[in-house]
Every structure is written in structure tokens, then in C-alpha cells.
């Protein structure tokens, strides 16, 4: 079995077995850039020895067989003490993972190979200079503290402690300052560390140190923080990291040496240019340590034009080869250029964009690729408020961004506080250490959310994110003092009352308020900037792509909208008709009283009374809605929450007539009222009299419904519109209750169309688990199906959304029993499964059924794709989302 590749063996689409470093090195090898030479471990080397707990059979020969090529290749034997061989030692899983073991350099090195390669670095046969002596004992000191802190788990402080010590005696904060003698005191102070935690001498045998090394590698894939970071990011558990072991070269030989990183585009906007950092006479790590302060990458060529031009070149060359923005990580030895890096890189959402359009016109892609690159989670970024900011502001402090958006409003400190400061209608920003599932009510009266503790995954990221409410977590340089209702930051004391903005995108936390306006890629939506007229590379790049979107794919896109405006809105972000429009809204309101009328009526005259009085206001709605969305369908769902919401709560209407009964008052109202609410009182209101159950129980109420929509619908049409309504029953579970309430809508739409030719369609939502698995049956009845997501996730998983998401979500999140919310994201395996039944055997019983989604999972990215392959019409979503569920629903064509 083969188990270690040589890097001119690989290649970068080898990435599950030789990690995504190796594999990249490999390419980069095989392109005739200049590596370090080195070779691979595979990631099923790794495996093996994990299920194990021992080398497979072969692996160490094989190593063997390959350093020893390496070491002719070189010139120099591993560890040789006149003239040694060094490696570096270096993880790579197939996803980059921040959680797992570093890297360990100069491994080779002991008390004997020191002096070789101090010798080495001379230049000299015999004895080395000062500069030289001082850079053999750096890298041996290098080697001790990486090697302990990293393979045996030595405490890394103490060696930090150790390097201050010397400095300070020293009189210096530049560890350039330190030569041979102190860092040959070093030495003996790390091993003495390294003895102290271990037990033993740190290894002066380099075979036994290269093994070590590599086997803690290999363990370093089950450590804590590695298993941790997996289950959140939702990368599988067995894919092994490879390790790779590349020859040593040395960017701290002195002022002609150095480290540096590099991207060939800007990460953040995308723009072309050179973007990096440089720093001279230091070995890899010291860059992303900060010890010192890098230049920017342009200086290099002033330092070095030559290995600068190459390093342009060899940028200029990636791109091309991997058609796409790289990062690069590079070292120069005296003179001498080296690649010790690439990989495809990371890049803020607006630069997504910006560089797929960008590669577009350098024609190394297509509109399709273009389309892949991007998603619509970055477009989602893309279309938050901004804050629109100048000189005047200045960050107080910097916490991680939680959940995007910015948010602007009065400091609270407690749940409750929050609640009657908005109450008030104040906009307030709920400033907590971190939150808990008491602090529910407070994170949802507020406009965001600043904690000084926990990361992207804390209570209150995974809340506020699933609310999407800005919140910025784990702000630590805020001293919070609740009991004294004020915090404390960058000297300023902020109290309650006190005004603060926050941007949920950057992380960054503002004191006063920050103006905040639109996205320019939410104006180019709105229609308010053309993309031909101005010269934001945003807005271009998106327009190009969404426009590419749309010719590509095959699901349409509707949205959720009640209202005139909404629809209007949608309509120009690109919506092709309302998969949901929700009736409820027209029962609030003044409309109230006439909804208490209702429910309270004693004869049939009352009740016809009542719903008479509604019919004209429904009526009007719809003609708004209608018109708005003129030639496209309109979904109108018949009332569907229990009536009682429309009363008044119980305890509240107990105590009013208990108060006005003492007053000597007249409470028959009242009284009739309150035992109204007291029958209809539900145990589990969410499962009770709501949706069809409704229209069956109250005579009349969907009958007046059905006339408002068609009676509206006629009315646009006389007016020379083109209404598309259609009507959708909630709720159902049985075929049944579908065909009870179409023959009695039936007869409503053929006595209002009679003279005027409107065609009404009549279907159900698929939203209760019994109705998916009868589709077959229900589909004889339906002229559509309209997937109610939100409650099939509550009733397939038996949880309430309301009550559960605050609870206990975060804990299943934190053990990874889901990955994601399934409020967020559709459970493809469980309610998915009962969407791909309903779909299949609905169409099975009805060709050509109409098949729609109208829950919030129609504007998540992930669901869309599932939506698609399941073979659904159309998704519906607010507003907000329609660009991104058309974004995706041309992705899921590519
Ligand atoms: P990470 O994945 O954390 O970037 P790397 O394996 O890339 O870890 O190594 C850490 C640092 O050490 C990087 O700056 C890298 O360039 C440097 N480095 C790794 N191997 C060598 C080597 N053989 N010679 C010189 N520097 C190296
Ligand atoms: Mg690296
Ligand atoms: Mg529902």
C-alpha cells in the first residue's frame, strides 16, 4: 500500500488523500515552481494508525525510503552534525482547520547539528561568524519550543516567559537584538522546560524526533478542539489529516532573508493588485505571531526586485493555473526565492463577486462558473443596512461579527429592561457578559445584541442569528457592570439610556449613533442605481451574475407577502408572483372588534352580520394585492391561527370584569367574551382548532373569505388587470376536509365568475406530516400543493418553534445533533423525505400538479438546492430573500 507520496507524485485534485497543503505543494512542485522538495503522508496512513493506535505495516520503510531520497536529492543527511538536513514537519486535512496541530520547523537540530548548520550558514569549512552562530541557535531554540509545545503538549507560556526574561535583562523588545549567547542560554532554559513537563531530555536523535512529530500529527486529528471545530463546521470525523515533511530553508539567515504572505487579488473588495506582508530575517511563523511589525508586500521591491519579480510572476502564474484568487505563503533565502504555500483563498462576500466577474472578463471563466463561485449567504451579507460612517466614528471596540446587520439604540442591561425600554418604542441594544435562555424575551424586543464573552457558536450568535437580529459577541474589551447598570471601554463609561451602534458584520461596536442607509447592492435591487450608469464593481458584478441567475434557472421564485407594499417590493427584487400571502393580518387591527362580533354571535344573523361587515375590507386588501402583482399568481391562504388570537388574553379580560363587576358596570359584553375566550382556551393551541378545522367548524368564515379573493379578482379584471389568485386551504390533513371546503368554494367561484371570466385555482398546503404521506390521495382534490415548512419542521420534529429555539437549541447545536437549526435549513432526511413523498405521489395521482414551497426555508440557500431536486415549481420567501433564492436556484443548475 502506498503511503507517502514524493511531491512530484501529486497533484492538487489529491486533496482527500494528501490534504489540501499537500496537495497543493505537489501542484505547485509539479508546475516547476520552486518548493522546498519533500514528500507526503496520506490521510489513510492517519486512518490507519487512528483505528489502530499504530503505524500501518510499511509506512515507516516507506519513510525511510523516501527521506533517504530526499537526503541525496539535497546533498545533506537528516540531522548530520557538520552539515545536517532539516525538515519541517507540517498537518494538512483536506479543509484547512484552525483547531488542529501547528507546525513543527527545523527538526533535525541538536546539540551537535547546531554547530553544522551554524557552519553551514557561514559558508565557512570550519567555524562560523557571530551572524551565523546566532541564526543556528534561534532555529535550534525554534525547534525546542515548537517541538514541545506542539508534539508533548508542553505549556507554551512557559517558554514565552522564558524569551521575555532574556530580553528584559537584555534591555530589548527585539528579539534581533539577541545574539548567540543569549539564545545558547535560551536553549538550556527551554530544555530544562521541556525536561521539567516531559520527564526526559528534549530528543536529541532527529529520526526519533521526525517520527514523534508525525504521529502527533496523526493524533492531533482527535484532539478536543479539532473534534469540536469539525462537528460545528459539519466536517466529517474520518477523514484523517496527511502530514508533510518539506525540507528546511531559512527566511531568518539575515537582512537578505525573510517571510511573507500574499494574495493576488485583495481579499476584502477583490481588486487587482499586490496584497501582502512582508517581514525581513524571520522564520514563517513570526508573521502571523506579529513579534514584529511587517512591511506591506510593495516594499519587497525595493529590498529584492529580483525575487520580488519572480514572486509577481509566480502570483501572475497560480492565478492562471487555478483560475481564481490564491494565497501564498513564501520565503526568501538569501536571495533565493522559495513557495512553501498555495491554496485558493478566502475572500470577503462583496469580493466574491467582484472576482468572479473580474475572471469572467479575463476570460479564464464562464458565466456558469462565475455563478458557481458565489452563493447566496454572501449575496444575504451583501444586503444588510450599513452603517454609513467618516472620521466622526471611531470603533470603541472590536468583537467578533455574530450575526450581520447594523443596529443602532439605547444600552439595556437586563431582559426585562429591554422589554419596557422598547416597549416604550425606543430601539435598544441589550448589552450582556453573554446571554441565556432567560434573556429570550429582552433579545427579541431589541434592535441588537453586544456581548463581551463567547464566539460565533455562543448562546447568543446561534439566537440572534436565528432571529436574525445584529448581534456582536465576545467584545471583551467591554467591562460590563449590570447591578451598576453601565460598561466601561477605551476609558469611556457608557450607562443605561446611553446610545451605541453596533455592526453585526464587522464586529465593531460604535459609541453615539451611527447614520445607517442601504446597501448599494440593495439600491441596485431596488432599482435606484443602474448597474450600466455607475462604477461600483459590487453592483456590476451582481447584476452580471444575478442576470446569469435567472437565464440559468429552472425554479421560479415567488414571496411571502400580505401587503400591497410588500408585494410591490418583491416584485422589484424579482419576484415572480406570492407563493404566500397570510389573511390573519385582516382580522387585527380596528378589524378586531368585528372578529370578537363574530365569535361571539348567538344566532346565525349575527354571525352573518359579522362576517358581512368583514367581507369589503378582505375584499379591498386583495384587489391592493392583485393589482400590485398584476399578471403573476397570487397564493391567498384562508385564515389559518386559532380565532382565540384575536381576543384578548384571558387573565387580562378576568381582571377587567372582575374590575368593572366592583364598579356596579354593566360586563354582560364582557362576560360573554370572557367565557368565549375561557371555551376556546387550547392546552396546545399550535396542534388545536386552527387552519381547515376552522373552516369546517365556523359556518360561513372561508365561504366569506373565497368571495372577498374572487369578487376582488373580478373587480381587477373588469379593470382590464390580469388577477391570477389562488386559493389554498391550510392545515389538511385528510383528503376530506379539502374536498368539504372546495365544493362549498366551488359553487362561491362559479356564482361570482359568472359573467366574468377569471380563472380561480384551488389547492392545499402540504404542512401536516399525515398530509405528505397521503399526498396520492389529497393531490385528487388539489390543483396545488404549497410546502408549509415551518410546520412540518414543528410537527415532524414534535417541537414548537417558539418555545424551543431559545431553550435548548444552542445546546443541540453545541453537541452537533443538527449542524443547523432545521428552522433554518430544511432537515433533508426527515422532513425532507415527507416533502419528496407528498412531491412524488401527488404528481403521481395528479400530472402536472403544481408544486411550491412557502415556509421560510424558501429562502435559505441550502433548502433551495433541495427544493430543486426534488422537483418543486417554484419557492417563496420574504421579500429580502427573493434575490438570494434566485441566485441559488441558478447555482442549482450548475
Ligand atoms: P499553517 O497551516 O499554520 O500555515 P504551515 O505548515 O504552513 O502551517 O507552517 C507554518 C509556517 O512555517 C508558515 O509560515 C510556513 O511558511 C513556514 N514553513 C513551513 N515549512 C517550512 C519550511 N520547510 N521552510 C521554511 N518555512 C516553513
Ligand atoms: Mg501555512
Ligand atoms: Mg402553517
Request: aromatic letters at 6%; glycine letters at 10%.
Amino acid at each position: 500500500h502506498k503511503y507517502v507520496y514524493d511531491f512530484a507524485e501529486g497533484n492538487k485534485e489529491l486533496k482527500d488523500l494528501l490534504g489540501g497543503k499537500g496537495a497543493n505543494l505537489a501542484e505547485m512542485t509539479n508546475l516547476g515552481l520552486p518548493v522546498p522538495p519533500g514528500f507526503t503522508i496520506t490521510t489513510e496512513a492517519c486512518k490507519a494508525y487512528l483505528s489502530t493506535g499504530e503505524e500501518p505495516a510499511g509506512l515507516a520503510e516507506q519513510i525511510d525510503s523516501h527521506l533517504t531520497a530526499l537526503e541525496a536529492a539535497m546533498g545533506r543527511r537528516l540531522g548530520d552534525p557538520l552539515d545536517p538536513l532539516l525538515v519541517s514537519v507540517r498537518s494538512g486535512a483536506k479543509f484547512s482547520m484552525p483547531g488542529m496541530m501547528e507546525t513543527v520547523l527545523n527538526v533535525g537540530l541538536n546539540d551537535e547539528s547546531v554547530e553544522g548548520l551554524a557552519r553551514q550558514a557561514s559558508g565557512a569549512a570550519a567555524g562560523g561568524s557571530a551572524g551565523s552562530d546566532r541564526f543556528a541557535w534561534d532555529s535550534y531554540r525554534r525547534l525546542i519550543q515548537m517541538f514541545g509545545k506542539t508534539v508533548c503538549d508542553v505549556p507554551g507560556e512557559e517558554f514565552e516567559h522564558a524569551l521575555d526574561g532574556i530580553k528584559r535583562a537584555k534591555g530589548t523588545s527585539n528579539d534581533l537584538d539577541l545574539d548567540a549567547d543569549d539564545l545558547r542560554s535560551l536553549v538550556e532554559a527551554y530544555k530544562k522546560i521541556f525536561n521539567k513537563h516531559t520527564g526526559r531530555d528534549f530528543p536529541q536523535n532527529p529520526r526519533e524526533q521526525l517520527d514523534l512529530a508525525i504521529r502527533a500529527v496523526f493524533d492531533s486529528w482527535n484532539a478536543e478542539r479539532a473534534v469540536l471545530y469539525r462537528r460545528q463546521e459539519r466536517i466529517p470525523a474520518d477523514l484523517g489529516t496527511a502530514v508533510n515533511i518539506c525540507s528546511m530553508v531559512f527566511g531568518n539567515l539575515g537582512p537578505d532573508s525573510g517571510t511573507g504572505v500574499a494574495f493576488t487579488r485583495d481579499p476584502a473588495s477583490g481588486a487587482q493588485g499586490i496584497y501582502g506582508d512582508y517581514l525581513a530575517n524571520a522564520q514563517g511563523e513570526d508573521v502571523v505571531a506579529g513579534i514584529r511589525n511587517t512591511v506591506p508586500l510593495q516594499e519587497l521591491e525595493k529590498l529584492d526586485k529580483r525575487s520580488y519579480d519572480e514572486l509577481l510572476g509566480i502570483m501572475a502564474r497560480l492565478e492562471e493555473h487555478y483560475l481564481d484568487l490564491c494565497d501564498i505563503e513564501f520565503t526568501i533565502e538569501r536571495g533565493k526565492l522559495w513557495m512553501l504555500q498555495t491554496r485558493v483563498g478566502k475572500r470577503t462576500a462583496a469580493a466574491a463577486f467582484v472576482i468572479a466577474g473580474q475572471l469572467v472578463d479575463e476570460g479564464l471563466i464562464d458565466l456558469d462558473e462565475a455563478l458557481h463561485r458565489v452563493n447566496g449567504a454572501q449575496l444575504a451579507q451583501l444586503m444588510f443596512p450599513r452603517f454609513q460612517l467618516d472620521h466622526e466614528f471611531q470603533p470603541v471596540a472590536k468583537g467578533i461579527g455574530a450575526s450581520p446587520g447594523a443596529a443602532v439604540g439605547k444600552v439595556v442591561f437586563t431582559s426585562a429592561r429591554a422589554v419596557e425600554v422598547a416597549a416604550e418604542g425606543e430601539q435598544v441594544i441589550l448589552v450582556r457578559r453573554e446571554t441565556n435562555p432567560d434573556d429570550l424575551n429582552g433579545m427579541i424586543a431589541a434592535q441588537g445584541i453586544l456581548t463581551s464573552r463567547g464566539g460565533k457558536t455562543s448562546h447568543a450568535a446561534v439566537v440572534a442569528r436565528g432571529m436574525g437580529k445584529t448581534c456582536v459577541s465576545g467584545a471583551d474589551e467591554l467591562d460590563i457592570d449590570v447591578p451598576q447598570r453601565m460598561f466601561t471601554v477605551a476609558g469611556q463609561t457608557v450607562r443605561e439610556g446611553d446610545v451605541v451602534s453596533i455592526d453585526g458584520t464587522t464586529g465593531k461596536v460604535y459609541l453615539g449613533e451611527v447614520p445607517v442607509m442601504p446597501s448599494e447592492v440593495v439600491q441596485y435591487f431596488e432599482g435606484n442605481l443602474d448597474p450600466a450608469e455607475t462604477d461600483d464593481a459590487l453592483v456590476k458584478a451582481v447584476h452580471r451574475i444575478m442576470t446569469h441567475a435567472d437565464a440559468r434557472r429552472r425554479l421560479a421564485v415567488r414571496t411571502n407577502a400580505d401587503t400591497g407594499t410588500d408585494a410591490a417590493r418583491a416584485r422589484r427584487f424579482g419576484a415572480e408572483g406570492i407563493g404566500l400571502c397570510r389573511t390573519e393580518h385582516m382580522f387585527l387591527g380596528d378589524r378586531r372588534e368585528m372578529v370578537e362580533r363574530l365569535i361571539l354571535a348567538r344566532t346565525e344573523q349575527e354571525r352573518e352580520e359579522a362576517l358581512a361587515a368583514l367581507l369589503p375590507l378582505q375584499r379591498a386588501d386583495f384587489v391592493e394585492i392583485f393589482r400590485e402583482m398584476d399578471g403573476l399568481p397570487v397564493t391567498v391562504r384562508l385564515i389559518d391561527p386559532p380565532l382565540h388570537e384575536f381576543l384578548p388574553p384571558l387573565e387580562q379580560l378576568a381582571v377587567n370584569v372582575a374590575v368593572a363587576q366592583e364598579r356596579g358596570e354593566d360586563v354582560a359584553k364582557e362576560e360573554a367574551l370572557l367565557a368565549a375566550v375561557r371555551r376556546m382556551h387550547e392546552q396546545n393551541p399550535m396542534l388545536g382548532l386552527r387552519g381547515v378545522r376552522l373552516g369546517l367548524v365556523i359556518p360561513g368564515l372561508f365561504a366569506m373569505q373565497v368571495r372577498a379573493i374572487v369578487e376582488a379578482a373580478v373587480e381587477c379584471a373588469r379593470q382590464g388587470g390580469v388577477p391570477k389568485p389562488e386559493i389554498m386551504v391550510p392545515l389538511v390533513g385528510a383528503v376530506q376536509e379539502l374536498e368539504t371546503v372546495r365544493a362549498e368554494a366551488e359553487k362561491i367561484i362559479a356564482e361570482v365568475t359568472r359573467d366574468c371570466d377569471v380563472e380561480v385555482l384551488i389547492g392545499t398546503m402540504i404542512e401536516v406530516p399525515r398530509a405528505a404521506l397521503t399526498a396520492g390521495q389529497i393531490a385528487e382534490a388539489a390543483q396545488f400543493f404549497s410546502f408549509g415548512t415551518n410546520d412540518l419542521t414543528q410537527m415532524g420534529w414534535g417541537f414548537s418553534r417558539d418555545d424551543v429555539e431559545g431553550a435548548f437549541f444552542w445546546r443541540y447545536l453545541e453537541l452537533g445533533i443538527f449542524g443547523i437549526s432545521p428552522f433554518e435549513s430544511i432537515d433533508r432526511d426527515g422532513v425532507g423525505r415527507l416533502v419528496r413523498i407528498a412531491a412524488e405521489e401527488g404528481r403521481a395521482a395528479r400530472p402536472g400538479l403544481k408544486l411550491g414551497v412557502c415556509g421560510e426555508h424558501g429562502g435559505d440557500p441550502e433548502s433551495v438546492h433541495f427544493f430543486h431536486e426534488v422537483g418543486l415549481d417554484y419557492v417563496s420567501c420574504s421579500p429580502f430573500r427573493v434575490p438570494v433564492a434566485r441566485l441559488e436556484a441558478g447555482r442549482a443548475m450548475v
